[in-house]
Each structure stands twice: as structure tokens, then as C-alpha cells.
């Protein structure tokens, strides 16, 4: 039974250009969070989705969007990268009910 | 806003030494309580959850948490520590269902063999 899987690992980007982080729920899951962790910081929410539909949303400009797929999976795309994008993003998957959520391993961005 | 606040950025202890991470949260009504650990290279891993009844709560490789709700708290305790847990750990909460989670900065533990 896979776990959350995210791609690519690692990325580098150049300020200004356009990033898509993928991400696909553990088996069953039908809730995908995504989550910025800034070196040294705790993970901070961006924003959920369920059924397709953004759900919640944290404290994160409109540069960054997202979307579910009709199988779950779901991408997080962030526009116009500025330095401070720089961070690990977290995908945690759940069902729907549940408290308890499963994290990937996460895609590392660096931002130059 | 509701946030959680670990008291200790970084701890240094020796193999076998008890360990204490402390763990507040600001939030009067119902919570929903996690610690999950983050080891060198892997993934977010739930050492153990609190939802409701017995405040003492038993995780993974010998971890506990005490919930004591009149003093707003969830810390982490591990009797004898091993080099193995070199780690970083996060206190975390949940005020409903399919909620977010807030997570407080981490701890990041270094045991010394």
C-alpha cells in the first residue's frame, strides 16, 4: 500500500518563473492538504482540498493555487517565485472524517 | 489565532537520559493533539494523538504525552532515549474535523551515543 507520494524531490527555479508540485494520497484518501515548511519553522497551511474543491485556504497570496484530480491526486502551482518561496512543501493526505493525516516526503524548492 | 508554542528549539542529551519536550496551545474549546517526528531525511511521521480520555497517551518506541487541559498542555516524555531518536519533533493541533493543522516550530533533538 503506497503512502503519499510527492514529485520532483528537489527543485531549483529562478525568481519570477512558475512551479507545479504533484502530489498523490494514500490509497483510500480522498482529502490532500498542502503544507510550506520554511528551514526551522513548523509546517504552515496552505490550503486543502476535497471533491475537487479548495476547501480551506491559510494566510498565502493568490499566487499560490491548487487542484484536485477526479482520482485525488492534486498539484500546487505557484506563480511569479520570489526568494522567499524557498522551502520544503508538504503534502499530508487524509479521509474525509478523519483527524488523522499522512505526510509525503516532500519537494524541496530553492529559489535563485 | 490559535497557535501551539514548543518551549525548546534545540536539545542535546546523552543516550539514556530522560526527555521532555513541552508543548502549549492557545485554544479554550475542544482540541485534537499530536506529536509527530521528522528523522534526518524522511517523511512526517505521527509519534502519537490525543483526542479524548485518558490524558496519558502511549506513541511509537516508548513515547508518551500528558494532556493536561488547565494548563493548556501536550508534553512530549521518553524515559531513556536512544541515539535513534535524533530527530525533529513537532507539537500539533486540530480544532475540528478535516480542519488544518497548526503545527508549533519544532524541537530539534540530538542524542549523543
Known amino acids: 500500500d503506497a503512502g503519499v507520494t510527492q514529485s520532483p524531490t528537489h527543485l531549483i527555479k529562478t525568481r519570477g518563473q512558475q512551479v507545479t508540485l504533484r502530489c498523490s494520497p494514500k490509497?483510500?484518501?480522498?482529502?490532500v492538504s498542502w503544507y510550506q515548511q520554511a528551514l526551522g519553522q513548523g509546517p504552515q497551511f496552505i490550503f486543502q482540498?476535497?471533491?475537487?474543491?479548495?476547501?480551506q485556504r491559510g494566510n498565502f497570496p493568490d499566487r499560490f493555487s491548487g487542484h484536485q484530480f477526479p482520482n485525488y491526486s492534486s498539484e500546487l502551482n505557484v506563480n511569479a517565485l520570489l526568494l522567499g518561496d524557498s522551502a520544503l512543501y508538504l503534502c499530508?493526505?487524509?479521509?474525509?472524517?478523519?483527524?488523522?493525516?499522512?505526510f509525503g516526503q516532500g519537494t524541496r524548492l530553492t529559489v535563485v | 489565532a490559535q497557535s501551539v508554542s514548543q518551549h525548546n528549539h534545540h536539545v542535546i542529551l546523552s543516550e539514556a537520559a530522560s526527555l521532555e519536550l513541552g508543548c502549549n496551545y492557545s485554544y479554550g474549546g475542544t482540541v485534537n493533539l499530536f506529536w509527530y517526528v521528522q528523522y534526518p531525511g524522511q517523511h512526517l511521521q505521527l509519534l502519537l494523538k490525543y483526542f479524548s480520555g485518558d490524558p496519558l497517551v502511549k506513541g511509537i518506541k516508548g513515547f508518551e504525552a500528558e494532556f493536561i487541559k488547565s494548563k493548556f498542555s501536550f508534553n512530549l516524555r521518553k524515559p531513556s532515549v536512544q541515539w535513534s531518536d535524533t530527530a525533529e519533533y513537532f507539537c500539533a493541533v486540530i480544532l475540528n474535523r478535516d480542519d488544518k493543522i497548526i503545527f508549533g516550530k519544532g524541537t530539534r533533538l540530538h542524542i549523543l551515543p
Open positions: 499530508a493526505s487524509s479521509l474525509g472524517g478523519h483527524l488523522e493525516a499522512f
Open positions: 482540498y476535497y471533491e475537487e474543491e479548495e476547501r
Open positions: 490509497s483510500g484518501h480522498d482529502t
